[in-house]
């Protein structure tokens, strides 16, 4: 009558999205300000003022039969020429528009270039801890997950494990950094192993192995961090990108997918990513958010009030006896349970009202994500149930 697949996807909602449905109605009863919910990735800071500022001058400009038509499936034309502009700019690259096709987030922009690439009996590497969406979409376009735990101590990829993983199966490994659930970004070191690593493999089993970088977080760094561009050290790489959290829209839907000129057959594999749009009914990606993105590309959000919270959420668990990942980027901190299951940790901490997501769901136990895209004064009011928490255990 209907698809048993489909309906387990529906009937059980991500661990993330019931503890976010939770805190609501926790709210209810103690009131929202005594409820520190560190469930979600949903960015706090709004959006640059150009974004409000393009939208109202494109409402009072552009024929509204124009400002929301349909565009090329693959995008406008001088939207994807300024994004590639802006990244030959930036990053010293030579892309060209013909390489972008503008989409409806990094969702689509995974789901798109999966769905693009998979042939019958293929793999796909993920690199653990994960976004649990990768499954889901990797699954539904019919590839075969292998998860690779990285590294226990840096949270980086391991390499010795990496290296077994891959098999003549594999059609692709998927890179976040920085990172969801992690905060670890990609150092040129690291990013230089894994190119060699691939490179490798690749003329071992005489085939292409696609490097898939799911860039929702690229401008999401503290300090003097640089998140290397990918396509620089391996021709292999496909960019999906997204302005969700960058511009802090991310109920919007906007990203892109880059398929450089270097990519194996990359023509093909740019009209295989057109067909999977199609046959996925994306249709085109929404065209008023195009024309925002065309004006603020290269903006940010205020990401300083992230980094302020940042290191007060480091300062206070680790002086408290917690220890965590160093987190360079994106907003989520991966604190160590400090009991084996993390998920009676987290019931502990509600007795606090202070709600994580146990790791488990991103292939990584004994963690918790504490996505600290809040206001900072949420995490100095939450400061002494942290306090609360940690003379359980220390
Ligand atoms: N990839 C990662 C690692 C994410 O954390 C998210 C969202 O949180 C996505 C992809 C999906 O992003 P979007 O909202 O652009 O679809």
Request: hydrophobic share 40%; net charge negative; glycine share 6%.
């Amino acid at each position: 009558m209907f698809s048993s697949e489909m309906y387990e996807l529906g009937a059980h909602s991500s661990v993330i999205r019931e503890i976010f449905e939770y805190a609501k109605k926790r709210a209810e009863v103690v009131g929202k300000e005594n409820i520190f919910d560190f469930s979600i990735g949903n960015p706090s800071v709004p959006a640059p003022e150009i974004v409000n500022e393009t939208i109202k001058k494109l409402l009072d400009t552009v024929p509204a039969a124009e400002l929301h038509g349909y565009t090329s499936a693959v995008g406008d034309n001088s939207v994807r020429q300024t994004i590639a502009e802006y990244l030959n700019k930036t990053y010293g690259t030579s892309f060209r528009k013909e390489n972008f096709y503008m989409t409806a987030g990094a969702a689509a922009s995974l789901t798109i270039t999966l769905n693009a690439l998979s042939e019958p009996g293929d793999e796909l590497i993920v690199l653990a801890p994960y976004f649990p969406e990768y499954r889901v979409f990797a699954e539904k376009a019919g590839m075969k997950v292998e998860v690779v735990p990285s590294d226990e101590k840096t949270l980086l990829p391991d390499f010795e494990a990496l290296q077994k993983a891959i098999n003549k199966n594999t059609k692709a490994i998927i890179v976040n950094s920085p990172n969801n659930p992690s905060g670890v970004v990609l150092d040129e070191d690291c990013v230089k192993t894994l190119c060699a690593l691939l490179e490798k493999k690749q003329s071992e089993f005489n085939k292409n192995i696609f490097l898939i970088s799911d860039e929702p977080y690229r401008e999401l760094v503290y300090g003097d961090v640089e998140v290397p561009y990918l396509t620089k050290y391996y021709n292999n790489t496909i960019v999906c990108y997204s302005f969700s959290k960058s511009l802090s829209l991310p109920g919007e839907r906007i990203g892109y997918i880059l398929v450089p000129d270097e990519v194996a057959s990359s023509g093909e594999i740019f009209k295989a990513v057109c067909g999977a749009g199609r046959a996925l009914g994306y249709v085109c990606a929404p065209a008023l958010l195009q024309y925002v993105v065309k004006e603020c590309v290269g903006k940010t959000s205020d990401i300083s009030v992230y980094e302020t919270n940042r290191n007060l959420l480091v300062e206070t668990a680790t002086k408290l006896g917690f220890s965590c990942a160093k987190p360079d980027g994106a907003f989520y901190l991966f604190m160590k349970s400090p009991e084996k299951d993390a998920a009676a940790f987290c019931e502990k901490a509600k007795k606090y009202e202070l709600l994580f997501v146990p790791s488990d769901s991103f292939g990584f136990p004994g963690y918790v994500r504490i996505a600290y895209c809040v206001s900072t004064d949420m995490v100095k009011k939450a400061i002494p149930a942290f306090e609360k928490l940690a003379k359980e255990y220390f």
